[in-house]
C-alpha cells in the first residue's frame, strides 16, 4: 500500500443515501480472480443507463451508510481503480470502511451539511495527518483511528505489522484456549 | 464486574491490544483468489488450515453440473478451480462442487458442527454474522483481512460497542422469524446497528429453534450490525450434539459453554425493545431491507415522508420497483418465487414451505423455485418427500447454492421480473439487472406462489 497523506483535487458527487456494494461493483465482475481492473466496471449499471455520470476525480462525496451490503473488497477497488483517493460521506458501513482502509482508499466521515458544502465548493484538500478536510466553504474535521491514521501515512502492510507480533500470537495458542475449537483437517 | 457475552468472547480471544485471534476461518471461491495470490507473492503460507475449511457456493449452477471442470460458465469455472487448486497448495480442506458436504457457506458451518458457542469465526462474507446464533463472535471481512486470517489466524479489530434487542412476548402464528428481523430492520433502518455487535434476546428468542436464530442473526448485516449474536442454551447444545465436528469431550465443552451468556446486570452502549406479540408477516416494497411493511399495509407515500434524503430514496425506489404509493401489498403479484439462500435454506424452512403448498399448484403466472442451503438439506429433505411435494406444486427443485440470491450463477431473474424472494437483499439489480425483489418468509413465499399474489398467511387457507 502506497502512503496517504495529502489528498487534492476535484469532487465527484453522488447524492444518494444507502449506495450498496451491489451498485458499486455488480457481482458478474466479481467472478474474475485478479485484484485489478475493476474500475470500467465501477457503478456498472447506473453509468450504462444514464443516471449518474461520473468524473474520475480524486475525491467522491456520497450519501448516508455509504458502502453498505456485502462485503466484497472488489468495491474498495472498483472506486480506486476508477480515480478515487478518498471517500467522503456522512456515515459508511462497517465492513466498507475497513474495507477502505486496508487498500489506502481514504474515508472521511463528515456531517451531511458539510459534505453537501464541500460537494457545492467543488474541490477540497483532504489532511489526513491533520484530519481536516479544507475547501472553499471552510475547514472541516473528520476523525481517524491513530492506528489507521499510522498505517495510511506509513503505507504499511496490515499483515506485516501482526507478523511482529507472531510471538504474542505463539504464546496465545500455547496457552491451550485456542486448541479446544473444532480441528476441519480431522473432519 | 458483570460481563455481556461479547465481553467475554472479545477478551477470550485478545491476543493484544486490538488484535483478535480467529477460532475458525470459512473460505469460499468469490472472495478469495486474491487472497491466495497475496500469500504466494509475499512467500506465505497459512498459519492454521487445521482451523480453516472451504466450500464453493456463491458461482456454483444449481442444475446439477456435479464437477468444477464442468461449470459451462468460463469464469466460474475458472473461479471454482481456482479454489480448489489453492486449498490443496495449502491443506485446506474443501467441500467443492460434487462433495455431499457441499452447500451454502453458512448453512454447513453448523451442519457439521464446525460452528461452536464460545468461538470467533470470519469469512470472507457479510452474512458470517449467521454463526452468532451459536453464541459465537462472528462478522464478515474483505479480502485483505482475509489474507490476513490465512497469514496470522488473526484480525485488527476496532472493539465494536454493544446493543441488546430485547423481545418480550411471543411470535404470532404465521409470524416468523424472519418477520421479526426485517421488522427490527423497518424500525431501527439499515444503518441502526452500525457499528454494533447486537445481542438478541427475550423470550421471544429463547423460544426460538437454532434455524430461526440463524435467519436473525443473518440478517443483522441488513441493519448495519458488525455482528449479531444469541445466548447458548439446550437448543444450541442439542444442535451441536453428535455433529461430525462436535467435541469429544462434551459436557466438558457444555459447561464452558454455560458460562458465555451475558451477566445478570451487565450493561449494553444501547438497548432496544421490541414486543414481539406486537409483529406481523412483513414484506419489503423497495431497494433496502429497511423499507418493509407489514402484509397488510399498503405502499407507502413518499410525500408523506419528513427527511428529504428518505423522500429521494423513496420516490427512487418505486419507480424501480414499478409500484404506485397506495397499492395494497396484497395486491402485488410476483412472477417469479424463491425459496433459499443462506438465510431461509435450511431443512425447517422448506418443511414449512412444503406445510404451505402441500396439495396445491403455483399459480399459472408464476414460476417457482426451491434450492436447498446444501447438499445435507437437499438429502434429508427427499428423504422426508419434500422434493415430491414441491414438485408436485410446480416448483422446481434445485442442487445446493447461493442460486437466485445473489445472481451470481445462472439462476437470474429478467429485467423487470417481480420476485417474492426468501433471501436477504433487495438491492437494484441483486438478482438479476431490472429484476425487483420482495424480501420474505419461506410461508409468505409459498403462499405467494400459489396465489399468485402476496397474502397474509394468518388467514390464508
Redesign the interface.
Known amino acids: 500500500m502506497r502512503p496517504v497523506d495529502v489528498i487534492e483535487g476535484k469532487v465527484s458527487v453522488l447524492d ?3 449506495i ?1 456494494t ?2 458499486i461493483i ?3 465482475f ?6 485489478t481492473g475493476f474500475g470500467e466496471f465501477l457503478f456498472y ?1 447506473w453509468i450504462r443507463s444514464g443516471e449518474i455520470e461520473l468524473e474520475p476525480n480524486p475525491i467522491l462525496i456520497a ?3 455509504f458502502g ?7 468495491a ?1 477497488w472498483a472506486l480506486e481503480d476508477f480515480g478515487f483517493q478518498a471517500i467522503i460521506a456522512p ?1 459508511f ?3 466498507f470502511y ?2 477502505c482502509t ?2 489506502g482508499l481514504l474515508p472521511a466521515i463528515l456531517d ?1 451539511q458539510h459534505c453537501r458544502a464541500v460537494a457545492e465548493a467543488g474541490e477540497a484538500r483532504i489532511d489526513v495527518d491533520d484530519e481536516t478536510v479544507t475547501s472553499a466553504a471552510g475547514v472541516f474535521e473528520f476523525a481517524v ?1 491513530p ?1 489507521v491514521k499510522h498505517r495510511l501515512l506509513n503505507g504499511l502492510d ?2 506485516g ?3 511482529e ?2 510471538g ?2 505463539d504464546s ?2 500455547q496457552s491451550g ?2 486448541e ?8 | 464486574m458483570p460481563q455481556t457475552m461479547f465481553d467475554k468472547l472479545w477478551g ?1 480471544h485478545e ?2 491490544d ?2 483478535i ?1 480467529t ?2 476461518h470459512l473460505v469460499h471461491e ?2 478469495s ?2 487472497a491466495f ?1 497475496g500469500l504466494r507473492l ?1 512467500k ?1 503460507g497459512v ?1 492454521r ?5 472451504a466450500t464453493a457456493d ?2 456454483v449452477p444449481t442444475d446439477g453440473t456435479m464437477a468444477a471442470r464442468l461449470i459451462a ?1 468460463e ?2 469455472r ?2 471454482v478451480e ?1 479454489l480448489e487448486r489453492n486449498c490443496e497448495e495449502f ?3 474443501i467441500y467443492s462442487l460434487g462433495s455431499e458436504r457441499q452447500g451454502i457457506v453458512h448453512v454447513i458451518g453448523p451442519e ?3 460452528t ?1 458457542p464460545g ?1 470467533t469465526i470470519v469469512c ?3 452474512h458470517t454474522s449467521t454463526h452468532g446464533a451459536f453464541g459465537s463472535l462472528a ?7 482475509v ?2 486470517v490465512l ?4 484480525l ?1 479489530q ?1 472493539r ?1 460497542k454493544t446493543m441488546r434487542i430485547s423481545y418480550s412476548g411471543e411470535l404470532g402464528a404465521g409470524v416468523t422469524p424472519k418477520d421479526l428481523i426485517l421488522a427490527t430492520i423497518g424500525r431501527l433502518g ?2 441502526g446497528m ?2 454494533h455487535a447486537v445481542e438478541y434476546a427475550g423470550p421471544a428468542i429463547e423460544a426460538l429453534s437454532m434455524p430461526g436464530r440463524m435467519t436473525i442473526c443473518n440478517m443483522t ?1 441488513e441493519g ?1 450490525g ?1 455482528a449479531g449474536m444469541i445466548a447458548p442454551d439446550e437448543n444450541t447444545f442439542e444442535w451441536v450434539r453428535g455433529k ?2 462436535a ?1 469429544q469431550d462434551f459436557d466438558a ?1 457444555v459447561e ?1 459453554w454455560r458460562q458465555l451468556p451475558t451477566d445478570e446486570g451487565a450493561s449494553f452502549d444501547t438497548e432496544v425493545e421490541i414486543d414481539a406479540a406486537s409483529l406481523s408477516p412483513m414484506v419489503t416494497w423497495g431497494t ?1 431491507p ?1 423499507m418493509v411493511i407489514e402484509v397488510t399495509d399498503s405502499v407507502p407515500d413518499p410525500a408523506a415522508m419528513d427527511s428529504p ?2 423522500r ?2 423513496a420516490e ?1 425506489a418505486l419507480t424501480y420497483m414499478a409500484l404506485e404509493p397506495g397499492t395494497p401489498m396484497t395486491e402485488v403479484r410476483p412472477e417469479r418465487v424463491f425459496i433459499g439462500s443462506c438465510t431461509n435454506s435450511r431443512i425447517e424452512d422448506l418443511r414449512e414451505a412444503a406445510a404451505v403448498v402441500d396439495g396445491r399448484k403455483v399459480a399459472g403466472s408464476v414460476r417457482g423455485m426451491v434450492v436447498p442451503g446444501s447438499q445435507q438439506v437437499k438429502a434429508e429433505a427427499e428423504a422426508e418427500g419434500l422434493h415430491d411435494v414441491f414438485r408436485a406444486a410446480g416448483f422446481e427443485w434445485r442442487e445446493a447454492g447461493c442460486s437466485m440470491c ?3 450463477n445462472p439462476d437470474i431473474l429478467i429485467e423487470g421480473e417481480r420476485c417474492a424472494s426468501t433471501s436477504n ?1 433487495n ?4 438478482q438479476g ?1 431490472g429484476g425487483r425483489t420482495h424480501l420474505v418468509s419461506p410461508k409468505m413465499a409459498a403462499a405467494a406462489a400459489i396465489e399468485g399474489h402476496f397474502v397474509d398467511i394468518r388467514d390464508w387457507s
Do not use: W
Open positions: 444518494r443515501a444507502d450498496d451491489d451498485q455488480p457481482k458478474q466479481l467472478k474474475r480472480v485478479e485484484r449499471d450519501g448516508r451508510n453498505c451490503g456485502s462485503s466484497r473488497e472488489h474498495p456515515s458501513a462497517d465492513i475497513s474495507n486496508k487498500i451531511e483511528e492506528d496490515d499483515i505489522i501482526t507478523l507480533n507472531a504474542a500470537i496465545f495458542e484456549a485456542a479446544r475449537g473444532p480441528v476441519t483437517t480431522a473432519l | 477470550a491476543v493484544s486490538g488484535l485471534y477460532d475458525l468469490v472472495t483468489p486474491q495470490d509475499a506465505r498459519r488450515p487445521d482451523k480453516t475449511i456463491h458461482n460458465d469464469l466460474s475458472i473461479q481456482t491443506g485446506i480442506p457439521l458442527g464446525v461452536q468461538m470472507g462474507d457479510s462478522f464478515g471481512i474483505g479480502t485483505s483481512e489474507e490476513h497469514a496470522t489466524q488473526c485488527v476496532k465494536p439499515t444503518g452500525v457499528g448485516i448495519g458488525r461430525p465436528a467435541p465443552a464452558r433496502t429497511g434524503a428518505d429521494e430514496s427512487r445473489l445472481g451470481m437483499r438491492f437494484e439489480g441483486r439487472k
